[in-house]
């Protein structure tokens, strides 16, 4: 077979199939044309079953929450995996020790926002052989930099070849792949400039790579699980590829022990079994790994998002990458939560505030501002505001006693809300700089779930163990019905796809961690999406700071909210998570593709990058 339909064929080798196809009815010459017409009819409802028993949102908790790098799930983390597939593959089929050259394309919002997410390079360190888990984040610029003073990269780390950065390298900013707009094409050469293979791949959000012949339909979960292909040997013949196609079909099914296409069908799952939905978020985990297993891998992805967290708090760059030069909030935040200046008297390891002492050094309208003015302050200030305007006495008679003027603004007393904004600013921060962070479930909204975890630890949890798992698995659960559902792209749904999921799953897990009923953890979801719907996705300058950064902040403290209005209630709520998601999938479908990540429109067009 030529190497390059070898490799087409591996495309189908390489995809997550959606149900398994029915065997062929293998029958002799009967002459009943009825028999055999109700054999057919017996197996296309076998197969029509087969699907619909595999046509469910369950997919692995640890898929959803990955280790990645910064700054975006879709244009980073995917890239990166996508060309360590493809080397992958040119391996396998022994392929890459053949190849001179190589040429890469990326499309639609890849190129059009690629620059400021860091796409390029993230690609180029995946076809080197790198991972999102464990690149040296430290090394990228410099080796993308001798790529460009050399003219070659080394495919898979292994085998050195032609490559222009600036040449071989194309992004069409005004072409789009007719799958998804995040798609990408390689192609390798030989010394002749004959093409050996060529593949394309598709980020979809969240980290998830699909592959030019997945098909990607309303309610199919199909996207690579890991980065491990097939078979330990490559296909030599079609059979072998049949086989193989077949074990990996098999492979990737997600065998759901408890089953849940939908919100209604989580909820009434529970109440039937009597289970938390954490709990049965975990007991599908089980067929994947063992308890043990899980366990671990929940508590490493939690400490990944801690430690963004502290990295972002205590972090002595002053400013972020980009033309933007927007400077990092979150260290100056965090000390000022540390000292104490809120006032904060509320419990826990970050800090025992203590209230600053008001009248020493004070002038006087700072005392009027907190209401500790003494007469003469209060003269002075009088003294003070009168300045030359065209009100008349009577005019400024009617002021007298309504309003204080204040030099600058009163320190809130909400410590609450500083700690939920920090936690969240601090990880975005980490992430726009290309930090480590967790897809949760993107890249762009990675501060919201870590805030409002973090959060909950620190101020109000009596089990954090647990408390850890369960706010976990329960924000997974929804994140899957949303991955099912719509999307966690962006660049389909726009901003609502990233921190309007990341907020409706916090929300749901903030519920449950605070011992609400599974309907309360459902309408908690409901409520933090449904105040998001619309949201776009305008990136300034193409990076992941304005408006990223603070959406997440304020995604957090809507989750908070969201989650405390539905524990006042009984969990019956008018408007329902699967209307909800729904309609976000079609507010997403009617909005305008330049609100979807492509930086042409929003804040992208209407702030000045200079």
Known sequence: MPLLRQLSARRSLSTTAAAPQAEPQKSGKTGNNKTNSNSKDEAAADSSAAKESTNHAVVSTFDLFSIGVGPSSSHT?????????????????????????????????????????????????????????????????????????????????????????????????????????????????????????????????????????????????????????????????????????????????????????????????????????????????????????????AFRIWGVMD????????????????????????????????????GSSEKGSLSSPQAPALSDGMSSMEKLAYGTATTKDQGAFSASSLLETS??????????????????????????????????????????????????????????????????????????SR????????SAAIGMLYKRGASISAAEMGCQGEVGVACSMSAAAFAAVMGGTPAQVENAAEIGMEHNLGLTCDPVDGLVQIPCIERNALGAVKAVTAAQLALQGDGSHRVSLDQVIETMRQTGQDMMSKYKETSQGGLAVNVPVC
């Open 467 to 474: 408390d850890i798992l369960e706010f976990l698995f329960t």
């Open 307 to 342: 430690d963004s967290i502290r990295r972002g708090c205590l972090s002595t760059e002053r400013k972020l990458p980009g033309r933007l030069n927007v400077h990092r909030r979150a260290p100056n935040l965090y000390q000022n939560l540390m000292r104490g200046i809120y």
């Open 77 to 297: 983390v995917g890239p990166m995996r996508a060309g360590k597939i493809f080397v992958q593959d040119l391996v396998e089929h022994n392929v890459l020790t053949k190849v001179a050259s190589i040429k890469v394309d990326l499309y639609g919002s890849l190129a059009l926002t690629g620059i400021g997410h860091g796409t390029p390079n993230a690609t180029l360190m995946g076809l080197e052989g790198e991972l999102p888990e464990t690149v040296p984040t430290e090394t990228i610029i410099t080796r993308v930099q001798a790529m460009h003073d050399t003219n070659a990269i080394t495919l898979n780390g292994m085998h050195r070849v032609r490559f222009n950065p600036d040449k071989d390298m194309t992004l069409h900013y005004y072409e789009s792949l007719p799958q998804h707009p995040n798609g990408m094409r390689f192609t390798v050469f030989d010394g002749n400039g004959d093409m050996l293979a060529t593949n394309e791949y598709f980020s979809i959000g969240g980290g998830f790579v699909v592959n030019e012949n997945t098909q990607v339909a309303h309610g199919e979960n199909v996207f690579y699980r890991d980065n491990k292909r097939v078979a330990d040997s490559p296909a030599t013949g079609s059979d072998a590829e049949y086989a193989q196609m077949a074990e990996r079909t098999q492979q990737d099914l997600v065998t759901a022990a408890l089953p849940f296409r939908t919100g209604k069908d989580l909820v009434d799952l529970c109440q039937r079994e009597g289970l938390s939905i954490a709990e049965v978020v975990f007991l599908n985990e089980l067929q994947w790994r063992s308890r043990e297993e899980v366990i671990d891998a």
């Open 391 to 464: 009100l008349t006495s009577a005019q400024r008679s009617e002021l007298t006693g309504v309003f204080k003027r204040r030099q600058r603004a009163r320190r809130p007393v909400l410590p609450q809300l500083d700690y939920l904004s920090v936690y969240a600013i601090a990880v975005n921060e980490e992430n726009a700089a290309g930090g480590r962070v967790v897809t949760a479930p993107t890249n762009g909204a990675a501060g919201v779930i870590p805030a409002v975890l973090k959060y909950h630890l620190e101020f109000l949890s009596e089990d954090p």
